[in-house]
């Protein structure tokens, strides 16, 4: 059973940082690609990011320069650090896993976490 449970969304002033932590159980992160998303009311799903299991990372052309995801092996946990944060970031952000071929941004995934609020004013 595959369970991916987000933390460390929270209310933040523009221009301010957060970090995002996602902790996998039942699914090894080391061995496949990563990534986090996003969605806005209103808006469509919009990728953020991703990371190979070689840690090689992707950026949506939105975050480029100001996000940073990361990875701990040893702890089955995934991470995004935000920063120069505007409204335009304010959404829900999904921890993702289940990729079947390639490590793209954008793309379907087959596991999703619950999902933890941003907000940005």
């Known amino acids: 059973h595959v369970q991916l449970v987000e933390s460390g969304g929270g209310s933040v002033q523009a221009g301010g940082s957060l970090t995002l932590s996602c902790a996998a159980s039942g699914y090894t992160i080391s061995t496949h690609c990563m990534g986090w998303f996003r969605q806005a009311p209103g808006k469509e799903r919009e990728g953020v990011a991703t990371?190979?299991?070689?840690?090689?990372?992707r950026y949506a052309d939105s975050v480029k320069g100001r996000f940073s995801i990361s990875k701990d092996n040893l702890k089955n946990s995934l991470y995004l650090q935000m920063d120069s944060l505007n409204l335009e970031d304010s959404a829900v952000y999904y921890c993702?896993?289940?990729?079947?071929?390639?490590?793209?941004?954008?793309?379907?995934?087959?596991?999703r976490g619950q999902g933890t609020q941003v907000t940005v004013s």
């Open positions: 990371i190979y299991s070689d840690g090689t990372a």
């Open positions: 993702a896993a289940g990729r079947p071929g390639g490590c793209s941004v954008d793309g379907d995934w087959t596991y």
